[in-house]
């Protein structure tokens, strides 16, 4: 089986910086998934990492852990349009993801 | 390019009734993924597909049939709804590269409700 914990919710304040955690036990590792979903909207795409280490894409960043089974999506200057769930999902082969149940992160003004 | 669309984006259902949602993809994607999705559970697999003539079953199959005759076509069927079966399904694909995993494209979602 597989288990990938986060968050329930986090909340931050316009301009800010977030850190959404994410831990996960699999049989079998093929890369780590971040997707964004708006409320009432379909999953979208943020990141993929398969080796150790940060990759980071404008004010999104995201960090891998194979040894210790441990990502981190990193949100800097955060807008209003950033309020949306984060979905955590880790691939155990070429073509199933494994989805945590999301973090809803808030942004206040 | 549309994507992925599906169809209905909203249905109701009574307890018993049967249905078939329908999901296109025009990226000539290999793989295909039904999900439901249910507060505080995340995305959850219920069927998917590895190429067209194909089917297989993922986390939640019971009480859901899938077929999948053309590339560009995957059907969820619900032969006698119950109201367990509430949920936002959505549709996902993804091309198949081998090796390292793929990014998988979602369709807008059908909010199904079962009474």
């Known amino acids: 089986g597989q288990n990938i914990d986060q968050p329930t919710e986090m909340t931050a304040t316009e301009g800010a910086i977030v850190q959404i955690n994410c831990t996960y036990q699999?049989?079998?590792?093929?890369?780590l998934f971040w997707y964004q979903q708006h409320a009432g909207e379909a999953p979208t795409f943020l990141s993929y990492?398969?080796?150790?280490g940060l990759e980071e894409k404008g004010r999104f960043s995201s960090f891998l852990s194979r040894s210790k089974g441990y990502s981190y999506l990193l949100l800097k200057e955060l807008q209003m349009k950033d309020s949306a769930s984060y979905l955590c999902a880790v691939s155990q082969s070429d073509y199933k993801l494994s989805f945590g149940a999301g973090t809803t992160v808030t942004v206040r003004a | 390019n549309a994507g992925v669309t599906q169809t209905p984006k909203f249905r109701v259902l009574k307890t018993g009734q049967s249905m078939t949602l329908l999901c296109a993809q025009d990226?000539?994607?290999?793989?295909m993924y039904w999900y439901r999705q249910d507060p505080g559970m995340g995305l959850r697999l219920i069927h998917y597909?590895?190429?067209?003539?194909?089917?297989a079953k993922g986390e939640v199959p019971d009480g859901y049939n899938v077929s999948r005759l053309k590339k560009q076509n995957f059907l969820l069927g619900l032969e006698s709804a119950a109201p367990s079966q509430t949920s936002v399904y959505f549709c996902?694909?993804?091309?198949?590269?081998?090796?390292?995993?793929?990014?998988?494209?979602f369709g807008p979602g059908t909010r199904l409700t079962v009474l």
């Open positions: 597909s590895v190429g067209e003539g194909t089917t």
């Open positions: 990226m000539n994607h290999e793989y």
């Open positions: 996902a694909s993804s091309y198949a590269s081998g090796g390292f995993a793929d990014t998988q494209y």
């Open positions: 699999t049989s079998g590792f093929n890369g």
């Open positions: 990492n398969v080796l150790d």
